[in-house]
């Protein structure tokens, strides 16, 4: 995501405490938040929290994932080359989709905010016909109000309570060969 534009997690939590600081003024010691939860994913929850309504919370991270242009556009480019039937992605930011369209490149965008867009990957997965599918494992910022995965919360209703989702990343973990691009392998969820 730095590439397409977008904060890093430190950038994202100081902008979020910025936001916060804005909104509360001095109700809230937000230096003490951001001290006490070093887990980036922790701390925006908490700060999230802060901002009193989810639907707050969910438009900041509207508009720091709105379309920006990339650092290098070059860095997506060759990416979107690599001879990869489809690409999961964590984020929920839309810069591959926008890539794509750039270069004129067929391709198709789902999420798991919607269990049909889930079954429908997996029934279209082995087609060739099937254009390249951009599949957002965490929700994209295009999804409805409440779809986005923002909070640890919202993390582990997805991964331990959705038994849909669960089983969709199992048998991707199954029957693919999965490449990881931008990712440390220090998230304990993940590991």
């Known amino acids: 995501s730095w590439w397409a534009g977008y904060p890093t997690w430190r950038e994202l939590i100081r902008n979020l405490a910025a936001a916060v600081r804005d909104r509360r003024a001095a109700e809230i010691n937000v230096d003490l938040i951001v001290a006490n939860n070093q887990n980036p994913l922790h701390c925006l929850q908490k700060l999230g929290a802060e901002m009193v309504q989810r639907s707050a919370f969910e438009e900041f991270i509207r508009t720091e994932f709105r379309p920006v242009p990339p650092r290098d556009p070059t860095v997506l480019g060759t990416f979107l080359n690599l001879p990869f039937q489809h ?21 198709g965008s789902t999420s798991s905010a919607n269990a049909y867009e889930i079954v429908s990957f997996l029934r279209m997965i082995n087609e060739p ?21 923002l909070t640890e919360d919202d993390y582990k209703g997805l991964y331990h309570q959705n038994p849909l989702f669960t ?14 691009f931008g990712f440390g392998f220090t998230d304990p969820d993940f590991i």
């Open 167 to 180: 089983k969709f990343l199992w048998l991707l973990a199954a029957s693919r060969t999965l490449l990881f």
């Open 87 to 107: 690409i999961t992605s964590l984020n929920f930011e839309e810069s591959l989709e926008r890539v794509h369209s750039a270069l004129g490149r067929a391709f």
């Open 129 to 149: 016909s099937h254009p390249r599918q951009i599949f957002h494992l965490h929700g994209k910022v295009s999804d409805p109000q409440g779809k986005i995965i």
